[in-house]
């Protein structure tokens, strides 16, 4: 227990009178008795909050499972145990992970139930990904003259996820409308290099090359060959977690959520994965750098489950990573022609670092090596110099720098274009339609 708020004011009135007892005696005889009383009700409040003060009850609801940067709603029931009486004044304080953020406490309850049963709550939103968990609830008792002051700990444990932001999808509007935003659909298509699906009647804007001459011979009318993706394909994501991704990005969101390439990255990989595993290919991810995470291949919608729980607690950290360990750890695992998609930022060192295992790789599977762009990098290149003839010295070796450096980077993605390496180099938050738009391009192509 400790000291309320009336226990300051009853000594501060005390020392008020013991003050003026100096001046006039009869004030003597005010402070002693009332010093008596004082020490009584003191005495006699302790005891009622201590041994006779109701402990309440308290359970939490919160769905287990949440989204990266959404709010939602914690419900808190607490309810009288039925032993005691009614504390005279309840503040709460839930105990939350701090992978969240929330402004609500400490907070006041009202002390008299409707019912016996008192339903608080608050918001919270998921500021990073992972496990979280909340131990307790704690609740700060005040005695009925409010005298003293009692904390309970209640062990009210939850416990859950925080994933990815999955809401885009699982929004067919925002899905879809990312899919048309690179000029692609996930729709049938027709034409050559895809397996054959069914055959239907022409229709305006058919292209003559479909028609099936045989079968227009043989019905009397122009008849078409459907064709349909090629399906039963294997998909492998090799996500760089190391230093190479462990750079924050600028204005990501309102809610102000730290994110990292890395994370736009996995984001990316995981809208990906759900187009492929739509499609009807398996997929495989392997996680490099900070941590090692080998994820084997699965197929169906239904595993977008796993993948989704096999990754949404890795993140990136400022540690080495080696892109030529991951690709090589990954083509000693692979058992069949895969298309093997790279997502790391790469260096003009990497020239001669890959060169090899990027040869024997490119034999056996294909492969797609993502980029992601540094826009501090390409912001300095762009530079706009000042009058300051000192400074503008400064600013232009450094604005220099970073071009040359974007430039060496640029030169690297062209050698291996020209080796016949599929490219792509985005910005972290580009990275999910250009790479469907990718993908899209290499199942339409039979590339695969």
């Known amino acids: 227990m400790k000291p309320g708020r009336s226990f300051f004011i ?46 309440l009850k308290i359970e939490r609801k919160i769905n287990s499972i949440l989204a990266l940067g959404h709010s939602s709603v914690v419900e808190l029931v607490i309810s009288s145990s039925g ?12 105990i939350y992970d701090n992978l969240f953020d929330c402004t609500m406490f400490p907070a006041q309850i009202k002390p008299f139930f409707d019912g016996g049963k008192y339903i608080f709550r ?45 809401n885009m999808i699982y929004s067919s509007v925002d899905f879809q409308a990312l899919v048309s935003a690179v000029g692609e659909t996930n729709a049938r298509k027709r034409g050559m290099g895809l397996e054959f699906d069914s055959l239907r009647e022409w229709q305006s804007g058919d292209s003559v090359r479909a028609v099936d001459w045989r079968a227009t011979g043989r019905k009397g009318k122009l008849i078409i060959r459907e064709y349909r ?68 291949p699965v197929r169906g919608v239904r595993a ?29 695992r692979l058992k069949r022609r895969t298309f093997i998609i790279v997502v790391s930022n ?31 990098a390409e912001n300095l290149a762009k530079m706009v110099f000042n009058d300051d003839s000192k400074r503008c010295e400064d600013d232009i070796l450094l604005s220099s720098s970073a071009f040359a450096y974007i430039a060496a980077r640029q030169k690297l993605m062209k050698k291996w274009e020209n080796r016949g390496i599929l490219t792509l180099e985005s910005t972290a938050g580009t990275l999910s339609p250009r790479l469907i738009n990718s993908y899209l391009k290499v199942k339409h192509s039979g590339a695969l």
Not at 83 to 94: C, S
Not at 358 to 375: D, F, M, Q, S, V
């Open 10 to 55: 009853a000594a501060v009135i005390m020392c008020f009178l013991s003050m003026l007892s100096y001046f006039e005696p009869v004030f003597l005889k005010i402070l002693i008795y009332g010093a008596a009383f004082f020490l009584l009700i003191l005495i006699a409040d302790g005891i009622i909050l201590f041994f006779f003060t109701d402990r």
């Open 229 to 296: 993706d090629q399906q039963d394909q294997q998909i492998l994501f090799i996500l760089d977690s190391g230093f190479r991704l462990h750079k924050q990005e600028e204005n990501f969101s309102e809610k102000k959520i730290a994110q990292t390439q890395f994370d736009s990255a996995l984001n990316a990989v995981l809208l990906l994965a759900h187009v492929a595993l739509k499609h009807g290919d398996s997929v495989a991810v392997s996680v490099f750098g900070s941590v090692e995470r080998w994820v084997s």
């Open 304 to 332: 977008f489950a796993f993948l989704m729980n096999s990754l949404y607690n890795v993140r990136s950290a400022s540690c080495p990573s080696s892109v030529f360990s991951a690709i090589e750890n990954a083509l000693s």
């Open 122 to 166: 608050y918001e919270i939103t998921a500021m990073e990904r992972g496990d979280w968990r909340f131990p307790a609830c704690e609740l700060l008792l005040s005695s009925p003259f409010r005298f003293w002051a009692f904390k309970i700990r209640h062990k009210v444990v939850s416990q859950g996820f925080i994933y990815p932001d999955f």
């Open 83 to 94: 032993r005691g009486i009614t504390p005279g004044k309840i503040i709460l304080f839930d």
């Open 346 to 376: 790469f260096r003009e060192e990497d020239e001669n670092q890959l060169s090899g295992i990027l040869n024997y790789a490119e034999k056996k599977h294909l492969l797609l090596l993502a980029n992601i762009r540094e826009p501090q």
